[in-house]
């Protein structure tokens, strides 16, 4: 079953007076179960893309459908609300709150969902296992590794229970013994349901994926 279908997408910007193409065209559909690694060399509308598809951003013209809703006509409120549904982003440089454990970094989505708070509580603690970081859950980030703090972000990206896993270049500050690491849990992640799209530069990591969408001057090739 489609997660998400875009159709025509379209994404240009304004730089002064001139109008520039980034997108010029996608279509492309992304089935439940999925995981699947977008590739492109800097500038190529890999990112542009990616964050059309985790609601960050919207198209200028063309289709785009998120769990059976049309997401280029949601105001930001639903769009923030899709977001936190159905969507959990793991990024390159971690974005964790320096002065927050662990643990509360890992319930920081959990504010801005209305659901019941003890439920998140137990499963912070059932992600820092699933991480490798239980015993962590009282350090600060600068207490931890580049993958343990990546580890944390993936933890993160997981406590709403979303159907879908963005990862952006998720390896690009870590050395290659980790970024294997972080990969195989991405792996283990979508071989447990989760659908993933992960944007890299890196073919090795892109190899890990299922299918791979190469991206060049605005358009899937």
Do not use: W
Not at 100 to 111: F, G, Q
Not at 125 to 151: H, T
Not at 164 to 181: H, R, V
């Amino acid at each position: 079953m489609s997660l998400c279908e875009m159709k025509d997408l379209k994404k240009t910007y304004q730089m002064g007076e001139i109008d520039v193409d980034v997108l010029k065209g996608i279509n492309l559909r992304i089935d439940e179960g999925e995981f699947v690694a977008i590739i492109g060399a800097s500038g190529s509308g890999k990112t542009t893309l990616l964050n059309i598809i985790g609601c960050l951003d919207q198209a200028t013209c063309g289709h785009y459908i998120l769990a059976g809703k049309e997401v280029t006509e949601l105001n930001d409120d639903e769009l923030s609300a899709i977001r936190n549904e159905h969507i959990g982003f793991v990024f390159q440089s971690f974005y964790l709150m320096p002065y927050a454990t662990v643990y509360e970094n890992v319930m920081l989505p959990s504010l801005y969902a209305h659901k019941r708070k003890h439920r998140f509580e137990k499963r912070a603690g059932e992600l820092l296992s699933i991480v490798g970081l239980a015993d962590r859950a009282k350090f600060k980030p600068n207490q931890l590794s580049g993958g343990q703090q990546q580890r944390v972000a993936i933890a993160r990206a997981l406590i709403n229970e979303p159907d879908l896993i963005l990862a952006d270049e998720p390896t690009g500050q870590l050395d290659s013994k980790t970024a294997g690491e972080i990969m195989n849990l991405i792996v283990e992640l979508n071989n447990h349901g989760k659908t993933v799209i992960i944007v890299t530069h890196d073919q090795h990591i892109a190899s890990y994926a299922k299918r791979v969408i190469e991206i060049k001057d605005g358009v899937i090739v």
